[in-house]
């Protein structure tokens, strides 16, 4: 139910475009296609789905022998989906003792997705440690310690300017002693200087190589979902820079540009494994492809 509240805006965008081509059109021809692609490239689920979306379709109207526009609807469903596959999309960081690296540039909500992700581990009886390894920022680590105290888990580090490879470091231990389920970790979002992160990344993973091998290793990068095709961009960058396991798209609930889900899962193959959907600590789901497609064409 939340997911589809969440989702009204993109929904709104794009399906109302979809319902209005499919009955406003009495047979199927370029004319039709043309406009099926401008309602996708509008709702950002860019140009690249777009066309394979649409070919995928083309492929299926004629194998299934569909002459009318209302009965592309299914197909249409089912193509999206297609294209959003991905493979694995497993959340092994709740099954096993782990550390999660979340990456992401300043005001996309990292720090509120670390939080109601504490929150959301707390409360299926996980113990969680977080590491306010972001020391570039100021305030990053106040903030922080003010969602740990929200969701009721200890915080490591956060001291501005302090090296984020000793936070880590110090973070593994109290992890290690307090026999910690998931250690989650708020790294580095330099974006503007690719080198440096990629630096410091692999610096933290060395470090958790060495202290911490029995750990499994998820790396997360947040997203600010009203940016459109600039977190498809961001997320291209940050992949070049490290292993990336998992995207957080946020502020899907303010957002008709939504299909960015789309492009993400389409160019970069790295699954979406949860949206942001406000600003309390609840407001993080976790994320199906098959399922927000569904919740688009409610
Ligand atoms: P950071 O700089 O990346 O750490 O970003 P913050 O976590 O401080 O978030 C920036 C702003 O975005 C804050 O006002 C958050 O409340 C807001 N925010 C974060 N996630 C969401 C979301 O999913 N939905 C909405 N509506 N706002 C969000």
């Given amino acids: 139910k939340r997911l589809v509240s969440g989702l ?32 996708l490239v509008m709702g950002d ?6 066309e394979e979306i649409i070919e995928n379709l083309k492929k299926k109207v004629k194998e299934n022998h569909i002459k009318e526009p209302a009965d592309c609807r299914e197909l249409l469903i089912n193509s999206i989906k297609e294209q959003m596959y991905v493979g694995d999309t497993a959340y092994r960081f709740e099954e096993e003792t782990s ?31 977080l590491g306010a390894a972001d020391t570039f920022r100021a305030a990053a680590g106040e903030q922080l310690t ?18 984020p490879g000793s936070v880590v470091y110090d973070a593994v231990q109290a992890a290690k002693a307090r026999k910690a389920d998931v250690l989650l970790c708020d790294t580095a979002g330099r974006l503007h200087n690719k080198k440096n992160l990629m630096e410091e990344l692999k610096k933290i993973n060395r470090i958790l190589e060495k202290e911490y091998p029995e750990a499994y290793r998820e790396t997360l990068v947040v997203l600010d979902a009203t940016t459109g095709q600039n977190a498809l961009v961001q997320a291209k960058q940050f992949s070049e820079a490290a292993e990336i396991t998992g995207i957080v798209l946020t502020k899907m609930d303010g957002t008709a540009k939504g299909g960015i889900a789309v492009a993400i899962h389409s160019e970069l193959g790295i699954p979406v494994k949860y949206i942001g959907v406000g600003e309390s600590i609840d407001d993080l789901q976790k994320f199906d492809a098959d399922q927000f497609v569904d919740a688009l064409f409610e």
Avoid: C, M, P
């Fill in 8 to 39: 009204t805006k993109t929904r709104d965008n794009i399906v109302s475009g979809f319902d209005s081509i499919f009955s406003g059109f009495s047979h199927i021809d370029d004319d039709f296609y043309e406009e099926l692609e401008e309602i």
């Fill in 45 to 50: 689920i860019g140009i690249h789905a777009t």
């Fill in 99 to 129: 550390v999660v690296l979340v990456i992401g540039v300043n005001g996309v909500g990292k720090t509120t997705t670390i939080g109601k992700l504490a929150g959301k581990l707390k409360s299926q009886g996980k113990k969680v440690i």
């Fill in 146 to 163: 003010e969602w740990a105290n929200r969701a009721g888990v200890e915080i490591v580090g956060g001291q501005e300017g302090s090296d």
